[in-house]
């Protein structure tokens, strides 16, 4: 597609279930991030992956959080036992590589709104 | 990481001059600067980025003094459609900066 799709866009889930978030990333792009964004804040980075390299899980907040990415296409990223203070924005980037990314923008999602009640 | 920070909000007019500055005090010899612009329901978008004196592009321009420990997004004419957040980011983008941090931000509010 044209742009990095997100979906669902909107997620309401109930404490202590799990949840998986899907990026699909611009075509062509092998750097992809995921970043939450509460309300009224900045975005905190979670995880990236650069091709086939292993990913930099250093932002991951706790265990309960993981994503995966099969090649340069789609990533989910999974909650698990989702917690009230989960409950954000979670943004996908992508870029043509991180160093490209970092020079010229990376190109965002729209973001998943997930809210635990 | 070097660290920024930005005002919280500013108010401007339609058809105003804006100038938006940021400090990064501690940043490193191969950081550049970026700044980013986010509507509401939407992921940022990138603005801009320098490493030194001046860049302008179609949208903006970025200012940077010197000694690199502060710079100046400007937006000449704002319209109501500029009202968003704006994020100043620092990093080094020869190590990808996939950890650059995004701070809170400056809300920008154009009124008519």
């Known amino acids: 597609g044209a742009g990095v799709s997100q979906s669902p866009s909107n997620k309401v889930t109930e404490k202590g279930k799990d949840v998986e978030l899907r990026c699909d990333p611009i075509?062509?792009?092998?750097?992809l991030y995921w970043y939450r964004q509460r309300l009224g804040q900045g975005l905190e980075f979670l995880i990236y992956?650069?091709?086939?390299?292993?990913?930099?899980k250093s932002g991951l907040p706790s265990d309960r959080f993981s994503a995966e990415r099969t090649g340069e296409s789609v990533s989910t990223l999974t909650i698990q036992r989702t917690q009230q203070e989960d409950s954000a924005v979670y943004l996908c980037?992508?870029?043509?590589?991180?160093?490209?990314?970092?020079?010229?923008?990376?190109?965002f999602g729209s973001g998943t709104r997930l809210t635990v009640v | 990481l070097a660290k920024t920070t930005q005002p919280i909000s500013m108010d401007s007019y339609e058809g105003q001059e804006v100038n938006i500055t940021c400090s990064h005090n501690n940043i490193a010899t191969n950081d550049y600067i970026t700044w980013y612009q986010q509507f509401p329901s939407q992921g940022p978008r990138f603005i801009i980025q320098g490493y030194k004196t001046k860049v302008t592009n179609e949208v903006a321009s970025l200012f940077i003094p010197a000694d690199r420990k502060s710079s100046t997004l400007s937006l000449p004419r704002v319209s109501l459609s500029d009202t968003a957040v704006y994020y100043c980011?620092?990093?080094?983008?020869?190590?990808?900066?996939?950890?650059?941090?995004f701070g809170a931000g400056t809300r920008l509010f154009v009124k008519a």
């Open positions: 980037a992508s870029s043509p590589t991180s160093v490209e990314g970092a020079s010229y923008g990376y190109t």
């Open positions: 992956f650069q091709g086939n390299s292993a990913p930099d």
């Open positions: 075509s062509g792009h092998t750097a």
């Open positions: 980011l620092v990093g080094d983008p020869n190590t990808g900066g996939f950890k650059t941090i």
